[in-house]
């Protein structure tokens, strides 16, 4: 295999958890030139990635004159097409780029007959309520190329690179990076809770780090936290960061904190103990990977560590239920999430870090 495209046409945390399988590929085929395809605006976590020679964006609506510029760029421009993503324009791309394709195919779905067919190995997928993780599934692509599969496999976070010179003056030696917005409402815990717990670590003179875009979205969650502290005991980095100075800044953490998103799928990479607030999702299969390679998370628990990885949920029945929310649909609310208090996020940032904050109780917050 001299040229190999990986097509990741998800979002920003999914592009991410395909680096293990890009990595098993650049230790498979050292000499081979790996390029990844994915949406404009969706491939910032591979920047400068050193198992990747080329990113390749493509707007998430080509219409046809777009699509055949696209597929004369592509046709048969590579030897190997991974195909980590399980939809159709996903799959066309991988028989127009590759002679040799591997995909991941939807679960009991009827476009598998024709999706199949153009595949020299498929890897059927468990859906969101299986019990293998994304991670696992991806790294299956490649199993008709390798004798064995590895027992740990990290996820790559993008590079660090220097943080603006303000901000990493402003940076105390122990600080907690809180991550309060979610891309979807379903998965949003309330901002109040984050205000609170970061009421409560301010009060022990931890500096709090607040993360996140520019976008309106995440601004609105982030602003009813702004009024507790001044800088620099809360400091406000949002929309100032690209991934990499994010991976710079959440390294340097004593303990990161955030919603079931990408950015804390990028914590978990950089090493960091990483405390995760899930609601409906399962975390056998969406959990942040622990940056030791491997993890061991049970469908439901109040409370369970991996590696460097902390996850809490929800003490319901219906936990983790894999839809979006309680009407299932991405502007739902979700019961699981509201019943977490910000009393026990605080307890399990405070037994994850090992950098110097007090593990006493938390009964102040």
């Not at 993780?133 to 190329?145: D, F, G, S």
Request: proline share 8%; with cysteine; aromatic share 6%.
């Amino acid at each position: 295999m001299k040229r190999i495209l990986v097509i990741a046409t998800r979002q920003i945390g999914d592009v991410l958890l395909t680096t293990p399988v890009v990595r098993a590929a650049r230790q498979r085929w050292p000499q081979a030139s790996i390029d990844v395809l994915g949406f404009a605006g969706t491939l910032g976590m591979l920047r400068g990635n050193p198992d990747v020679h080329q990113l390749i964006e493509t707007p998430p609506r080509l219409g046809w004159g777009g699509f055949w510029r696209l597929a004369r760029s592509l046709w048969r421009a590579y030897d190997l097409a991974l195909i980590a993503d399980q939809g159709d324009r996903a799959h066309l791309m991988g028989w127009l780029s590759a002679r040799l394709r591997s995909g991941i195919l939807p679960a009991g779905h009827g476009s598998n007959w024709w999706k199949r067919r153009l595949l020299v190995h498929a890897v059927e997928s468990g859906g969101d309520a299986s019990t293998v993780h994304v991670v696992r599934e991806k790294l299956e692509l490649l199993a008709p190329w390798r004798q064995d599969a590895p027992a740990a496999v990290p996820v790559v976070a993008p590079p660090a690179t220097p943080l603006p010179d303000d901000i990493a003056q402003a940076l105390q030696p122990v600080f907690v990076a809180m991550h309060a917005p979610s891309m979807w409402p379903y998965k949003q815990w309330a901002p109040e809770n984050y205000r609170q717990v970061a009421e409560a670590l301010i009060a022990r003179g931890v500096q709090v780090v607040l993360t996140g875009s520019g976008g309106q979205r995440d601004q609105a969650c982030i602003a009813p936290l702004r009024s507790l502290a001044a800088a620099p005991q809360l400091l406000d980095v949002s929309g100032r960061l690209d991934f990499n100075q994010l991976t710079g800044l959440i390294g340097r953490a004593a303990v990161y904190v955030g919603p079931d998103t990408s950015v804390s799928h990028l914590a978990a990479a950089t090493g960091v103990p990483t405390v995760a607030i899930f609601g409906p999702t399962n975390p056998q299969r969406w959990a942040p990977w622990p940056s030791a390679g491997t993890t061991t998370l049970h469908r439901r628990e109040l409370l369970q560590t991996a590696g460097n990885v902390t996850l809490l949920q929800a003490g319901l029945p219906c936990v983790p239920c894999t839809r979006a929310g309680c009407k299932d649909h991405v502007q739902s609310h979700s019961d699981c999430l509201a019943v977490i208090t910000p009393q026990r996020v605080v307890q399990a940032v405070l037994q994850s870090c090992h950098a110097g904050l007090d593990p006493a109780s938390s009964d102040s917050a």
